[in-house]
Structures are given as structure tokens and as C-alpha cells.
Nanobody, 119 residues
Framework: QVQLVESGGGLVQAGGSLRLSCAASGRTFSSAVMGWFRQAPGKEREFVGSIVWSGSTTYYADSVKGRFTISGDGAKNTANLHMNSLKPEDTGVYYC????????????WGQGTQVTVSS
């Protein structure tokens, strides 16, 4: 069984920063891609960003580009989401996910961590 656990969420004022971390435990696996998603109250879950370990290529949603950065260690299946210049609309539950093969979809998901940005 593979488990992804997010940490680092919390309450922050607009303009502030937070760093979320995601770590995998349980059965050993190799991830090709790790991604971050979020879900705001009453809205569908949306893509935030991802990192493809081969080449360390990152992708971001337009709404967070220039403010959020993903880093991590593919060999350890850990990923961090550095969030700067936070806005109230960044509020939501943030999930990390892992894909074992690029383009195959995300196989493993974390339980999520709450991020609340106050105005």
C-alpha cells in the first residue's frame, strides 16, 4: 500500500507564503510525475502544478504561475509546493498525487491539507 501524506497547510494572510510538503510511504514505487491539486469550497478539484522527474520539468496553472514553485526528490518520492504572494482565492484543500508513468494519470493521492488565505 502506498500512502502520500501532505503537510504544511495552515492559515496565512494575503501576500504571505507557505510551503507544503508531500511524502510517500509504504510500498516502494517509482514515480514519474508528482502533482499538486486543490479544491476550493463548492468547486471542483483543479490542477495547480506538477514536476516530471526526468529533466525536472515543471508545469503550472496560469493562476499560480510566477507565485508557486514545485521542488522535490524523485528518488524519494517527495515534493514540495512553495507558495508565495498568496491570495484569498488560493484557499482550499491541497492534494499531492503521484503518477508511475508520464501520461498515465495519477495513481496515488494524498488526503489533502487545508490552506486558508485571509484578506
Amino acid at each position: 500500500q502506498v500512502q502520500l501524506v501532505e503537510s504544511g497547510g495552515g492559515l496565512v494572510q494575503a501576500g504571505g507564503s507557505l510551503r507544503l510538503s508531500c511524502a510517500a510511504s509504504g510500498r516502494t514505487f517509482s514515480s514519474a510525475v508528482m502533482g499538486w491539486f486543490r479544491q476550493a469550497p463548492g468547486k471542483e478539484r483543479e490542477f495547480v502544478g506538477s514536476i516530471v522527474w526526468s529533466g525536472s520539468t515543471t508545469y503550472y496553472a496560469d493562476s499560480v504561475k510566477g507565485r508557486f514553485t514545485i521542488s522535490g526528490d524523485g528518488a524519494k518520492n517527495t515534493a514540495n509546493l512553495h507558495m508565495n504572494s498568496l491570495k484569498p482565492e488560493d484557499t482550499g484543500v491541497y492534494y499531492c498525487a503521484a503518477s508511475v508513468r508520464r501520461g498515465a494519470g495519477y495513481t496515488y493521492w494524498g488526503q489533502g491539507t487545508q490552506v486558508t488565505v485571509s484578506s
